[in-house]
């Protein structure tokens, strides 16, 4: 009766384990597709520099499709162990457990790597003038694109400032996009009557900021540790569920096995006459 007791609590915790790396799993996707727009733009736009090299070697073990795929494969497993648990089914339980070392050793490789340190500096970030001088220009309408969008999702605008724009093109305002309020002919307007209305911070800073990390790749690794955290637990539970079921088993086979017990054969008193 202890070991069905036992057996029970197993599963239940087991099945709360399976529902929280569900949710994990989505909630590293999502972070993951968020941090890996916002790097697009970034390497488009600090293309060929230091800033570059610096910005792979910190976010790319974050949004590797390697990471992507884990995350894909753990929602996978952790179906497969529901029904294992649901089910008692060794064979189910037995590639659950191997399938969490496995997901767990990647995951702690990727973490490993994400921790190094990028090697940049503020300094790197002057790199990036000369990247304005493409923009506006017919055959470089992603690069143009990616300073609108970068300046409009970032809050930014130019490089260190905004006369970065008329001192690198031959533009007598910056773009749109600096805009608080953004409008046609935003720009212009602020150009003459109000500098307020244009981002006074330069690009260049929010992008060191974000190589060197954000609360979005802080966050991803949070869940990263959690979800090691809670592999470790599972696969502690998941070995305790397969030595209770395989005890149980052998328990329920040797009981099968045991000869009868031996009936007396009483033989009938007979009648006197």
């Known amino acids: 009766m202890a070991r069905e007791h036992a057996v029970r609590c197993l599963r239940h915790l087991l099945h709360a384990l399976n529902l929280l790396f569900l949710l994990m799993a989505v909630c590293v996707l999502g972070v993951a597709a968020w941090i890996r727009d916002s790097l697009n733009s970034i390497l488009t736009l600090a293309a060929h520099t230091r800033l570059e090299e610096a910005a792979i070697l910190t976010y790319s073990p974050a949004v590797h499709p390697v990471i992507i795929a884990a995350s894909c494969l753990l929602i996978l497993v952790a179906m497969v162990g529901y029904c294992g648990t649901l089910r008692c089914n060794l064979l189910l339980l037995s590639w659950y457990f191997c399938?969490?070392?496995?997901?767990?050793?990647?995951?702690?490789?990727?973490?490993?790597?994400?921790?190094?340190?990028?090697?940049?500096?503020?300094?790197?970030?002057?790199?990036?003038?000369?990247?304005?001088?493409?923009?506006?220009?017919?055959?470089?309408?992603?690069?143009?694109?990616?300073?609108?969008?970068?300046?409009?999702?970032?809050?930014?605008?130019?490089?260190?400032?905004?006369?970065?724009?008329?001192?690198?093109?031959?533009?007598e305002w910056?773009?749109?996009?600096?805009?608080?309020?953004?409008?046609p002919g935003c720009a212009r307007h602020a150009h003459f009557h109000d500098l307020s209305?244009?981002?006074?911070?330069?690009?260049?800073?929010?992008?060191?900021?974000?190589?060197?990390?954000?609360?979005?790749?802080?966050?991803?690794r949070f869940l990263g540790v959690s979800m090691g955290v809670a592999q470790i637990l599972a696969m502690a539970?998941?070995?305790?569920?397969?030595?209770?079921?395989?005890?149980?088993?052998?328990?329920?086979?040797?009981?099968?096995?045991?000869?009868?017990a031996a009936l007396e054969d009483s033989a009938p008193s007979g009648a006197t006459v």
Not at 152 to 165: A, K, P, R, S
Not at 197 to 220: A, N, V
Not at 238 to 246: H, K
């Open 99 to 171: 399938s969490l070392l496995v997901i767990f050793c990647v995951e702690l490789a990727s973490a490993v790597w994400s921790y190094e340190e990028p090697s940049v500096q503020r300094s790197d970030m002057i790199s990036l003038k000369p990247r304005l001088h493409n923009f506006g220009l017919q055959h470089h309408q992603w690069l143009t694109h990616t300073w609108n969008h970068f300046q409009t999702e970032f809050q930014c605008c130019g490089v260190i400032y905004f006369t970065d724009w008329l001192e690198m093109t031959e533009m």
């Open 237 to 260: 539970l998941t070995l305790t569920l397969l030595w209770a079921l395989c005890f149980g088993q052998s328990s329920a086979k040797l009981g099968s096995q045991m000869p009868p």
């Open 174 to 183: 910056p773009p749109d996009s600096c805009c608080t309020n953004q409008y």
């Open 197 to 220: 209305d244009l981002y006074q911070e330069g690009c260049g800073p929010k992008i060191y900021s974000f190589i060197r990390g954000t609360k979005q790749l802080h966050f991803l």
